[in-house]
């Protein structure tokens, strides 16, 4: 690479640099085209003073590229030349908040409040994972057309600063006093390091100047002089601030003890400037994601592409193979009992249950048929990754799925939301945090997939899936960090949100699954005893295992686009069905059969079907022949139970 880039270089062998797009006293920003993802990027250029100042920034890359949220620009790439560092972020059309300052004068108390509540919302979510921004000013708040706001170069400035190093953009940096004086917070004027009183400090500085046009410090001609004002902790009055001039004057507190947490800034501004609704709806309700750093778990149920779909062991099965995962230091409880409030389907889902917004305890999911997990992704928020789409009707019906496609359209990644009957049980080992009334959970990846679990406020668990289908395509830790991110900001304010309409008056969502066997059916398969049942989600799946578990039968209702390729035909009860001998293990047999075949909200053909699987250790014939019988009774009891189709 030249010691000048020029445009129609490549960084990396990957990244084409396009078009010059910034300039600043740290480095040069392009926007470039990377051509393995085939993507805009924006890569900025730095070039530290030393081996020293390189590893500073390489790791402030690190630490930043942890990051989800949507009101952060995430960085993807870290290279390492001869003569400079090369870090690649998110391309984001936009100006910069003092950009906007300067062409179009101050802005409204307003709008400066929505830029606020969303930069403090970052932060809060940045100091949850430990990681101090260090440099929060005008230059590196971002704001798209629609009034979206971003913060930008988590560390990279101070990475980057060095105890003789001055420059021409009024960065000080005079013995261990570093940062852009405008906005200093005084205590790190006076020489203490940065942290996250100081970045909340430095956040009602660039609000201040915002919508007053200066620096709480006035103006000054040098700045050794706001430096010293700084010190001194000499303020202005605020006279255009309006409705923002409560939370400006507890950002801007002078003793960093008395001072604010970035998650209580941004209750402050949110109070008194809230982000729009058109804002809110892109980042659901502009609410505080402060979550742990996240690392990923085992997958459960990983959903391939629509052109490679195959069935997975029901979930209520799943337990034998999580119990095995308990020698590796942790141990996963899956029971699925006692979860239904008795009442019949046509009963759960009423009116009030049905609104589109719930009323209850913030962090729960509360009336299980009620919740929609599709009201907890949004395709938008994940626009990043690649082209989105919610697939709301695949699987089982307590699931909804994010597709991520590629520039050729095909499907490349998923992001799953579904609910579970109970939370699961982790040992120390496996990482967690409380934000408000949840716990958030996170597992260890596992080859292509990254799970997170959230145990909610009433005792029921949300897990969260991100899922790769090959390469190249979006790293399956991140696509489930932004979902989870999504999710919990989703719960830090109110419950679950209600699924817009009832179930259809002929859909399996109304029925119990287990109202469907009887102990006289179940006697087919030896040794199963009716009193260890396992109830699962809303009643829509349910499990019958004899004692020593090496028995059991499964129902569980879900959706798909189609049913050709699982398995052979088969008669149930008049109905074509599909027959799949050792499916889930060797002495398995599943039983697929339609029960209803609609169009979903999304304009897709969708097959409505049970799923009935035998687990015993019988020949595989008679298994088979088990499944077919019993499937032929739970076809005939929603026949008896649901209006003719």
Same mark, same amino acid.
């Given at each position: ?16 640099? *396009? ?64 003569? /400079? ?13 003092? %950009? ?37 000013? +005008? ?10 706001? *971003? ?29 852009? +004086? ?54 202005? #009055?605020?006279?255009?601030?309006? *409705?923002?001039?409560?939370?400006? #004057? ?65 979930? @209520? ?27 019949? @389907? ?14 209850? %305890? ?21 626009? *990043? ?11 089982? &019906? ?54 997170? /679990? ?48 009832? +179930? ?12 469907? =066997? ?9 040794? &199963?005893?009716?009193?260890? %049942? ?44 599909? =027959? ?30 049970? %799923? ?34």
């Amino acid at each position: 690479m030249p010691v000048t880039p020029q445009a129609g270089d490549k960084v990396a062998d990957r990244y084409l640099l *396009r078009e010059l797009i910034g300039r600043g006293g740290m480095g040069v920003v392009w926007q470039a085209w990377d051509e393995t993802l085939k993507r805009r990027v924006a890569v900025k250029c730095a070039r530290p003073d030393d081996n020293e100042a390189a590893k500073r920034l390489k790791k402030e890359a690190q630490l930043a590229a942890r990051l989800h949220h949507p009101n952060i620009v995430p960085v993807f790439d870290f290279v390492e030349e001869e003569t /400079a560092c090369w870090i690649v972020m998110e391309f984001v059309p936009s100006r910069s908040l003092a %950009q906007i300052v300067a062409d179009s004068g101050p802005l409204t108390p307003e709008d400066a409040g929505s830029v606020g509540c969303q930069i403090a919302a970052a932060l809060a979510k940045s100091h949850a994972e430990g990681v101090v921004h260090g440099d929060v000013t +005008p230059e590196n708040v971002l704001v798209t057309d629609d009034g979206v706001a *971003r913060l930008t170069d988590f560390g990279i400035a101070r990475a980057l600063w060095s105890d003789v190093t001055q420059t021409q953009t009024q960065t000080v940096v005079a013995g261990s006093v570093r940062g852009k +004086p405008k906005y200093l917070a005084p205590e790190v004027a006076k020489g203490r390091p940065a942290d996250e009183k100081a970045d909340v400090f430095s956040l009602g500085a660039s609000l201040f100047a915002a919508v007053e046009g200066q620096s709480p410090y006035g103006e000054a001609e040098h700045p050794m002089a706001y430096l010293a004002r700084a010190i001194e902790g000499h303020q202005e #009055t605020a006279e255009r601030a309006g *409705r923002l001039t409560a939370p400006l #004057t507890a950002l801007l507190e002078v003793e960093p003890g008395s001072r604010p947490g970035a998650a209580e800034a941004h209750k402050l501004l949110r109070r008194a400037a809230p982000p729009p609704p058109h804002v809110r709806e892109k980042l659901h309700d502009g609410r505080t994601l402060s979550l742990a750093p996240l690392s990923p778990l085992q997958s459960l149920t990983l959903r391939l592409p629509r052109a490679l779909r195959r069935r997975r062991r029901p979930l @209520g099965i799943a337990v034998g193979a999580l119990v095995v995962a308990a020698a590796a230091g942790f141990f996963v409880s899956l029971s699925l009992s006692g979860e239904y409030d008795g009442r019949r @389907g046509t009963d759960v889902v009423d009116a009030k249950s049905s609104a589109t917004s719930a009323t209850g %305890q913030a962090g729960s999911i509360g009336d299980a048929r009620g919740a929609d997990p599709c009201k907890l992704l949004d395709a938008a928020s994940l626009s *990043r990754f690649g082209e989105t789409e919610l697939d709301p009707d695949y699987a089982e &019906i307590n699931r909804c799925d994010a597709l991520v496609r590629n520039n050729g359209g095909d499907e490349v990644a998923d992001a799953q939301v579904y609910f579970e009957a109970e939370p699961d049980e982790f040992d120390s080992t496996v990482p967690t945090r409380r934000v408000g009334d949840i716990t958030v959970a996170a597992f260890q990846r596992d080859g292509d997939a990254c799970v997170r /679990a959230i145990a909610t406020a009433d005792r029921k668990q949300i897990r969260i899936v991100g899922k790769r289908f090959g390469s190249p395509a979006p790293d399956p830790c991140e696509l489930a960090d932004a979902a989870t991110d999504h999710v919990v900001g989703i719960l830090d304010d109110g419950p679950v949100p209600r699924r817009s309409t009832s +179930p259809a008056a002929t859909s399996l969502a109304r029925v119990d699954a287990c109202e469907l =066997l009887d102990a006289a059916a179940l006697k087919r398969v030896p040794d &199963i005893d009716t009193r260890n %049942q396992q109830r699962g989600y809303g009643s829509w799946s349910c499990g019958w295992s004899s004692d020593d578990g090496d028995s059991e039968v499964f129902v569980e209702y879900s959706r798909d686009n189609s049913l050709e390729d699982d398995g052979r035909p088969t008669d149930i009860a008049g109905t074509r069905s599909y =027959l799949s001998p050792q499916e889930s293990s060797d002495d398995s047999c599943v039983v697929r059969t339609p029960h209803r075949t609609y169009t979903n909200s999304v304009g897709d053909r969708t097959i409505e079907l049970f %799923q009935l699987t035998v687990y015993a250790p019988q020949p595989v014939k008679q298994l088979c022949d088990s499944a077919k019988a019993l499937a032929t009774t739970v076809s005939r009891n929603i026949a008896e139970q649901l209006p003719v189709k």
